[in-house]
């Protein structure tokens, strides 16, 4: 069975900037393609980013592209959000979710092509 935990949330302002990370273990990390979503209070939970399984490939939403950069070090088993330019909108618990199956390169972005969860990390962002 495969445990996602994620760390690194807080309370910021606007234009703050945070890093997630996603501590896998459970299973050999390389061979699971990574995602982050979150969902803010009273939203359904949305995609965000994904990063294939060497990293070579990454998919954000519209919505953060060009502010959040998804990354991955296979050596230490874990995954990353860097979030630049925080807005209040962003505000949300973030989730890590993995997907197994999948060839090298290959992304998984939408919530039912992944198979196991983290609990999340509430980001806050106040105007």
């Known amino acids: 069975q495969v445990q996602l935990v994620e760390s690194g949330g807080g309370l910021l302002q606007t234009g703050g900037s945070l890093r997630l990370s996603c501590a896998a273990s459970?299973?050999?990390?390389?061979?699971?393609?990574m995602g982050w979503f979150r969902q803010a209070p009273g939203k359904e939970r949305e995609f965000v980013a994904a990063i294939s399984r060497a990293g070579a490939s990454r998919h954000y939403a519209d919505s953060v592209r060009d502010r959040f950069t998804i990354s991955r070090d296979n050596a230490k088993n874990r995954m990353f959000l860097q979030m630049n330019n925080l807005k209040p909108e962003d505000t949300a618990v973030y989730y890590c979710?993995?997907?197994?199956?999948?060839?090298?390169?290959?992304?998984?972005?939408?919530?039912?092509?992944?198979?196991?969860w983290g609990q999340g990390t509430q980001v806050t962002v106040s105007s």
């Open positions: 979710a993995a997907a197994e199956g999948r060839s090298p390169y290959s992304i998984a972005w939408q919530q039912r092509e992944f198979d196991h």
């Open positions: 459970g299973r050999t990390f390389s061979s699971l393609a």
